[in-house]
């Protein structure tokens, strides 16, 4: 079983995010916009300059900081969740020769095992009014999208991948970097965001080179 850290979200100016797991350890506040970002993996929406960033990611199961270094963005609006990931990548500087250590052959969505051959991110969200429920959004750098409905208490165990919240997602790779953006329907939760709840929630990534597992809240197990 794996134990999760979650944050939560209020829906009028902000909706809040605080940790899943036995630690609860982590709160954010995210923001509500009226001018969503363009899902094209580039992080230039204005949007995502006045939202916090969710940094420094630490390794599951260590007491360390991440080797290659991961910033979150989150933002809520209308319709969906929104999520920026910015992922440093040592492999994918041009001086290092090494851009063929970087993991990603996936390229269709609803693939089981994504995590077990591709860099990733890891979204997992657990909305206040589903109780022991839990949605996970995986996006590898082909901005392929592997989600899933878990049921706790052990939400690893008894993911079920035939569930699909309908989320876009785009990747883009840069020099030291790769980035993706995901917009993920509030319905696919069976919930919205109000002002006083709690959602839980989990971001984490898989850095196939590595080999590391790193989230922004602390872990003493994994990511689930």
Same mark, same amino acid.
């Given at each position: 079983?794996?134990?999760?850290?979650?944050?939560?979200?209020?829906?009028?100016? +902000? #909706?809040?995010?605080?940790?899943?797991?036995?630690?609860?350890?982590? #709160?954010?506040?995210?923001?509500?916009?009226?001018?969503?970002?363009?899902?094209?993996?580039?992080?230039?929406?204005?949007?995502?300059?006045?939202?916090?960033? &969710?940094? @420094? +990611?630490?390794?599951?199961? /260590?007491?360390? +900081?991440?080797?290659?270094?991961?910033?979150?963005?989150?933002?809520?609006?209308?319709?969906?969740? *929104?999520?920026? #990931? %910015?992922?440093?990548?040592?492999? &994918?500087?041009?001086?290092?020769?090494?851009?063929?250590?970087?993991?990603?052959?996936? /390229?269709?969505?609803?693939?089981?095992?994504?995590?077990?051959?591709?860099?990733?991110?890891? &979204?997992?969200?657990?909305?206040?009014?589903?109780?022991?429920?839990?949605?996970? #959004?995986?996006?590898?750098?082909?901005?392929?999208?592997? %989600?899933?409905?878990?049921?706790? @208490?052990? *939400?690893?165990?008894?993911?079920?991948?035939?569930?699909?919240?309908?989320?876009?997602?785009?990747?883009?790779?840069?020099?030291?970097?790769?980035?993706?953006?995901?917009?993920?329907?509030?319905?696919? +939760?069976?919930?919205?965001?109000?002002?006083? *709840?709690?959602? /839980?929630?989990?971001?984490? /990534? &898989?850095?196939?080179?590595?080999?590391?597992?790193?989230?922004?809240?602390?872990?003493?197990?994994?990511?689930?």
């Amino acid at each position: 079983m794996v134990k999760q850290a979650f944050v939560a979200i209020f829906a009028a100016a +902000f #909706f809040c995010l605080s940790s899943l797991g036995e630690d609860r350890n982590g #709160f954010v506040m995210v923001g509500k916009t009226a001018a969503p970002p363009v899902i094209d993996g580039k992080l230039d929406d204005s949007c995502w300059k006045e939202t916090v960033t &969710l940094t @420094p +990611f630490v390794l599951t199961k /260590r007491n360390a +900081f991440a080797k290659d270094q991961t910033k979150v963005r989150l933002v809520c609006g209308q319709q969906h969740l *929104y999520a920026a #990931f %910015d992922c440093a990548s040592a492999c &994918l500087d041009p001086t290092s020769n090494r851009s063929h250590e970087f993991k990603r052959e996936i /390229r269709s969505s609803d693939v089981k095992n994504m995590c077990n051959k591709d860099e990733c991110v890891m &979204l997992i969200v657990a909305p206040p009014l589903k109780e022991d429920v839990a949605f996970e #959004f995986m996006v590898n750098a082909n901005a392929a999208v592997s %989600d899933a409905k878990c049921d706790g @208490p052990d *939400y690893w165990q008894a993911r079920d991948l035939s569930w699909n919240a309908g989320t876009t997602a785009k990747a883009a790779i840069g020099n030291g970097r790769w980035t993706v953006e995901m917009a993920i329907p509030l319905k696919a +939760f069976g919930d919205t965001p109000k002002t006083g *709840y709690t959602w /839980r929630l989990a971001v984490g /990534r &898989l850095n196939k080179e590595t080999k590391r597992v790193s989230a922004w809240q602390p872990m003493r197990t994994g990511l689930h």
